[in-house]
């Protein structure tokens, strides 16, 4: 069907396939990437001075803009390269599943998590400026890894191994490098690990940060009144964020009664055409399965 394509079509098409929430980020780095390069030496030291994370109590509380711009500058083609492949592989699934402001939320709270951990820190670690998305990305491998568990992970010249241990691993050589004088933020890095982690518990406990969001919206458009009317609303969210936990369950008990096979019969399937080949109630399945075993 799409054998006469233009490459520009063919790029077009596949930037459009890619989730909102993730396409924006991957854009917005991309972008600020070759702005640092084609600006010169001068604009990325402006960039860095100005929007790079500095892990100093006064600087976080006086600045704060910094704990979400640093995410966005990397400083070289191997540290931008590895943080978006990363970001698609682990975070496809993770948005597909939870939604664009579920993701955004982790993402961004990953980042932001590790930065105000590396500044309760910086007495112990050192305080040097800090940029590239590693700890937000961190947040949502780890993330991938408690939804998906065992979903096997290709690498190359390795078999394939579950997200977990793959997951695990880096964050095991994060915590053996600390200190090292590699000039790689390994604070940040596990601090957005651990935040991801906890924030991807939050929301299995029902915290479901896209109908808060949902609430901060509204409130701000004027189309909810304050007072009685927003602690309806606040009521509202919770009773539908109960919904979604009862349908959960319905599901859960739905897969309960799957043979053992199913798993096998999915995970073969990726290997031989990938997770894009899996179809909707397949990828539901998949992420019902994983978090079980």
Known sequence: ??????????????????????????????????????????????????????????????????????????????????????LWWMGRPVEEQLGPKNFLVLFFGAGIGGALINTALSGVFGAGPTIGASGAVLGIMVTFAVMFPRMPIMLIFLPPIEARFIVAGLVLIDLLLIGQADNIA?????????????????YYRGYHYDLWIEQITKSFSGKKKAGASSSSGAGSAFKGARRKDMHAVSDAEVLDE????????????????????????????????????
């Open 186 to 202: 390994r604070i940040v890095h596990l601090g957005g690990a651990l935040t991801g982690y906890v924030l991807i518990k939050m």
């Open 1 to 86: 069907m799409y054998h006469d394509d233009s490459f520009g079509s063919a790029f077009k098409r596949g930037y459009r396939a890619i989730p909102i929430a993730i396409r924006s980020i991957l854009t917005i780095c991309v972008v600020m990437f070759f702005l640092m390069i084609l600006g010169g030496q001068a604009f990325a030291t402006f960039l860095v001075e100005y929007f790079a994370f500095i892990p100093d109590p006064i600087t976080t509380f006086t600045q704060p803009w910094r704990l979400v711009t640093y995410m966005f500058l990397h400083g070289g083609f191997l540290h931008i390269i590895f943080n978006m492949l990363w």
């Open 258 to 293: 799957q043979e053992e096979g199913e798993l096998d019969r999915i995970l073969d399937k990726i290997s031989k055409q990938g997770y894009e080949g899996l179809s909707d109630r397949e990828k539901k399945i998949l992420f019902e399965l994983s978090k079980r075993n």
